[in-house]
């Protein structure tokens, strides 16, 4: 098999894992009330839950951010994959490419799906939510 | 208007002494150390001989030969082709290993070919004892290699004067027969550089850089034991400071106050004339990014196609050394407008008073000078590659470094632009600066604008017939420590700034980000700038301090990116309690955007090829093409179209502000710039240096291998990414800066809806924040922040 073939499949694997991850990392909590990353200042500083957020602060778009960059990732994954299938299609190498290019196509909706949805504060929070908020804040904030 | 009269006493540093003299001793420490390498290039870079002759005692080149062959070189522009001694363009060959390569084929063949070893053994002797006699500047090389210099003219004479061009370069880009010879003298030199042992070590120059075994070339003890102590520094470096500070919180973020923030619409803020010129700033910024974009799709064009434009033949008008010198240029100019521009509409936010007379005038006239730069620089390259100016070309056409391609003339012309940038901030700025200590944020802005011409001015240090090691020691001051340290510097200052003046931040937390910024690019960044000279002729200490400090500049890149998340949430708590919307969202987005490609485009893409093993083997790759347009792009470029929305907010009137255009470039950039580093760069990059490690690095850096099917493959995938970069990218920000243009906001209809100020200053100018404490009786903080 090539060494063009094995590269183009390890790499497209390796952007796929990529783009999960930078996926993941992006969708740790951005709030400022219940991240965890605040606690501390949260504990020195409580103060309630706004009822109604007037809009998004940008940093809610940071998770749609890794999500974009990991679905532009996942979609070269795709086509690198798609074109050097072109190329190369012998029995054993239709597969290899094949089962790389199936993985990204499946890793690619639920980031863009991902990448499209509104962040969270762009939506009004119902009362319930915001008393969950606010429980889930104490909670992990130690108070 | 009346000069602000001298207050009593000055506002009294907001930031502890430790911080500045900690700040001070780290600076003095890492510049003296740059100065120590600066000097050790001038005193331990390769010797240009006088003469250079055959052992019969025959003239085979001079002095003068090399240092006019380097001035060939450059005014041809063909450090923007291919490359010598690693630095320069990708495309067409690096010179030093060319010219070792085929010189060491030839002298092989002369004393029997592949199949004898001692052959072989006499080659490596040839080029690796070093007959240099320092006394008489005489070096004495071997009969065979000798007559390989005359094959090697007319090789040269051959490919750089191709009538058919087909190479990137224009046809019959060099036919001149003595300038064939001086440019083989200048390939010869560095090719010699490159092979023969350094006396008293068992390593050439360049620390055995290229990898050649024909002439024994290979890794040193240096470059294996450095990069290993890169990584410990690296990992320990890391982990070091984020205990640190995870113990000890000395940014402060728990100890935030409490503050009520009400954002004003941006219509009701009231613009200076200065503030109002921006807007041509930031149009010229966009239209420079565009032609910027364009030039850069036609040089990637040539690396897909080499043949052909489609069927025009580009290289006679626009050959890809033209293409690239415009591209890597423009970066630095259109950057360096949106950075100029939001510097002058800063100010009077940080005065909050409106401008002295004749601002306005004074900023057009620096725009205007700015266009005479932009246009005489490109004109000027271009009638150089061409082959016209004559004995100007330096001057006014091609100087020829990469990256300071533009003449001497345009340089300096830009440096004094830069220079009369910094006295229209001084004079908005002086009234508040009399007030102030000069460890707070006014001054450190007006200090890191000022270093900005400072800094850029080495440049003009450069000698087109200096030794390459030491114009090498120049470019970088320009090409590293300004780009890399001392924006960062500024940029840092300006983001802190404008989330103070947000009133999201506190000062004195913003002000202890900026020393940190100072005291960690001065331990790893200033020393660091040593990471571009592992191979240029520099001794094996430069590469050493090189290879440990600028593990170091990973470090902040990583620590600041994290807590800038924090910045940025803290905002956050802010915001919501503000009963109008943050006007500024995208601007923020394009703030978070540079924290990514911080990360990921410097630090992750630029650590790949930072360790001297790996930048041995890597250097003129398209690994560096991935670290280069993910961070230069990626940081800098998101950081001037920040600045730019951030002031657009303003400059267009709210019938016409649309954002869904800037959302679009917003995700088009993103989305481009990704698909360019992950199609394209980087796994090119990953090949060609597995190439070079597996084949060599001659073969990884050969046109036969940049034009192969898989090569070409992966560069005509990129089309898609650069059509969403510039199409979806570019076009809305242009659109969107000329209704920046169009104006629309009268001053009256700016003054009209300018409530008078808290404390009946009705001619003090509105920030777009409110900032007040909860509790009755206490100073506002939006007092403090105006000095009040």
């Not at chain 2, 009593?8 to 930031?15: C, D, E, K, S, V």
């Not at chain 2, 056409?397 to 001084?426: C, N, P, R, S």
Request: contains cysteine; charged residues 15%.
């Amino acid at each position: 098999m090539p060494f063009e073939v094995i590269f183009t499949a390890g790499y497209s694997l390796l952007l796929t894992a990529g783009a999960i991850g930078l996926h993941r990392l992006g969708h740790r909590d951005p709030s400022p009330w219940t991240s965890r990353m605040l606690a501390g200042y949260r504990a020195q500083h409580p103060g309630p839950v706004p009822d109604s957020p007037p809009g998004a602060f940008p940093h809610h778009d940071s998770g749609r951010l890794h999500s974009a960059v990991g679905a532009v990732a996942c979609l070269a994954a795709l086509m690198v994959a798609a074109a050097q299938l072109v190329r190369h299609h012998r029995p054993g190498e239709a597969i290899l490419l094949g089962a790389c290019a199936a993985v990204a196509a499946a890793a690619l909706p639920p980031l863009l799906r991902a990448a499209r949805s509104r962040p969270a504060g762009d939506r009004a929070r119902s009362p319930g939510r915001i008393a969950r908020q606010r429980d889930d804040g104490a909670i992990r904030s130690g108070r | 208007m009346e000069a602000p009269s001298a207050p009593a006493t000055r506002r009294h540093p907001l930031i502890g002494k430790g911080w500045v003299q900690a700040a001070a001793l780290i600076s003095i420490c890492g510049f003296f150390v740059l100065v120590l390498m600066g000097f050790q290039a001038y005193r331990q870079g390769p010797p240009v001989p006088q003469r250079v002759v055959a052992e019969s005692g025959q003239l085979v080149f001079d002095e003068d030969d090399v240092r006019t062959g380097q001035e060939v070189f450059l005014r041809n522009g063909l450090m923007q082709y291919g490359s010598i001694f690693g630095h320069g363009a990708y495309l067409g060959p690096d010179f030093t290993a060319d010219y070792l390569r085929r010189s060491a084929l030839a002298v092989r063949d002369s004393y029997g070919g592949p199949a004898s070893d001692t052959a072989a053994q006499r080659t490596r002797r040839d080029f690796k004892t070093n007959r240099y006699d320092p006394d008489t500047g005489t070096l004495t090389i071997s009969a065979a290699q000798a007559a390989a210099f005359e094959t090697l003219v007319a090789h040269y004479g051959r490919t750089l004067g191709d009538p058919a061009g087909k190479t990137g370069l224009r046809p019959n880009a060099i036919t001149d027969p003595t300038q064939l010879r001086q440019l083989t003298a200048y390939f010869a030199w560095s090719a010699w550089s490159a092979s023969t042992q350094r006396p008293g070590t068992n390593h050439s120059y360049t620390n055995n850089w290229p990898s050649e075994p024909l002439v024994g070339n290979r890794p040193t003890g240096d470059t294996v034991v450095w990069s290993v102590l890169s990584l410990i520094a690296l990992l320990g470096g890391t982990g070091a400071l984020f205990a640190a500070f995870g113990r000890w919180n000395w940014l402060g973020w728990h100890g935030r106050e409490q503050h009520e923030l009400r954002f004003r619409d941006p219509l009701t803020v009231r613009l200076t004339g200065a503030q109002r010129a921006t807007a041509w700033f930031f149009f010229t910024m966009a239209a420079l990014f565009l032609v910027q974009a364009l030039v850069g799709a036609a040089a990637e064009h040539y690396r897909a196609d080499l043949t052909s434009f489609f069927g025009i033949p580009l290289e006679r008008w626009l050959p890809y050394n033209l293409v690239r010198t415009w591209h890597v240029q423009l970066a630095l100019l259109w950057v360096s407008t949106s950075f100029l521009a939001a510097g002058i509409f800063l100010v009077p936010m940080i005065t909050r008073r409106p401008d002295p007379k004749g601002q306005a005038v004074l900023a057009y006239a620096l725009l205007g000078a700015l266009a005479v730069v932009v246009v005489g620089s490109m004109a000027g390259e271009a009638i150089g590659i061409h082959g016209g100016l004559s004995g100007a070309w330096h001057w006014l056409g091609m100087q020829g470094f990469e990256y300071l391609d533009l003449g001497k003339f345009w340089q300096i012309l830009l440096t004094t632009g830069m220079v009369f940038w910094v006295a229209i901030l001084w004079r908005g700025l002086r009234g508040r600066l009399a007030a102030e200590s000069r460890a707070n944020m006014p001054w450190m802005f007006f200090f890191a604008a000022l270093a900005l011409p400072l800094v850029y001015a080495t440049g003009l240090m450069t000698d087109q017939r200096d030794d390459f090691v030491i114009t090498d020691f120049w470019r970088f001051m320009v090409v590293h420590l300004w780009v890399e340290d001392f924006l960062e510097l500024f940029t840092t200052v300006m983001v802190a700034y404008v989330f103070v003046l947000l009133g999201v931040v506190r000062e004195r937390i913003a002000l202890t980000v900026i020393f940190l910024d100072i005291v960690l690019y001065s331990a790893g960044g200033v020393i660091g700038t040593a990471h571009h000279w592992y191979f240029s002729g520099a001794p094996a200490q430069t590469l050493a301090l090189g290879a440990f400090f600028s593990a170091f500049e990973v470090i902040p890149l990583t620590f600041l990116t994290v807590e800038a998340w924090s910045f940025i949430r803290l905002g956050a708590r802010q915001e919501a309690r503000s009963a109008s919307a943050f006007p500024h969202r995208w601007a923020v987005m394009f703030l978070v955007a540079v924290g990514f490609w911080n990360f990921l485009g410097a630090g992750v893409f630029g650590f790949l090829i930072n360790l001297p093993i790996v930048s041995y083997y890597e250097i003129g790759t398209a690994l560096t093409a991935n670290h280069g347009h993910a961070a230069m792009m990626g940081v800098y470029g998101m950081l001037a179209i920040g600045f730019a929305v951030f002031a657009l907010r303003y400059l267009v009137p709210e019938k016409r502000w649309n954002d869904n255009l800037v959302r679009i470039s917003f995700w088009s950039l993103n989305a481009g710039l990704a698909w360019m580093a992950f199609v394209t760069l980087l796994p090119l990059g990953i090949i060609q240096l597995y190439h070079s490690v597996d084949a060599g690095y001659f073969e990884a850096r050969s046109l036969e291998f940049l034009t192969n099917d898989t090569n070409t493959l992966f560069e005509w995938l990129r089309l898609p990414g650069d059509v969403v970069f510039i199409v979806g990218g570019v076009l809305p920000l242009l659109w969107l800066a000329f209704h920046g243009l169009r104006g629309g906001r009268t001053r009256a209809a700016g003054s009209a809806a300018v409530p008078a100020s808290r404390d009946g200053e009705g001619a003090d100018l509105m920030l777009f924040t409110e900032v007040e404490r909860p509790e009755p009786g206490e100073a506002t903080a939006a007092g403090e922040l105006s000095g009040r």
